[in-house]
């Protein structure tokens, strides 16, 4: 039963970080489509709204992850790092998403909120590996 456990937090391991990194990658063709045309066509912002709902998915694994684990097996060195990995999205989608929210008023596409999402996320995650190890010791 414990093993079976800690495969389905493995799942949602990976599935976060896939979800996140898909996410990302999702708004940096957002980002190049806006650098290149300056505006987002009917797809462009169905496609910016699919990666916006993407990040959301991402965040709500990371804190179902964070608040429900309470197996060490995912706070290993094998398995750590997620919360690093989503603040650095969230940074990467959340800068350009900024200055072009800035630039730009009125023509949100969701980035600064994505970005949030995964920021809060990888939060989430740092902190339970930071109780789990606090609670080994």
Do not use: K
């Amino acid at each position: 039963m414990n093993e079976s456990r800690r495969d389905s937090e493995r799942v949602v391991f990976v599935a976060t970080l896939v979800l996140s990194l898909i996410s990302t990658a999702m708004y940096l063709i957002v980002f190049l489509t806006l650098f290149r045309y300056g505006m987002l066509n009917n797809e462009g912002r169905t496609f910016a709204v699919v990666a916006l709902v993407i990040s959301a998915i991402a965040m709500l694994l990371a804190c179902y992850l964070a608040l429900t684990s309470r197996s060490p097996a995912w706070a290993t060195a094998g398995m750590s790092g997620l919360g690093w990995i989503l603040i650095c999205t969230g940074l990467v989608v959340g800068a350009p998403a900024l200055g072009l929210e800035l630039g730009t008023p009125g023509h949100s596409f969701g980035g600064v909120p994505a970005a949030l999402f995964m920021i809060i996320a990888g939060s989430a995650i740092l902190q339970a590996e930071y109780n789990l190890q606090q609670s080994s010791h």
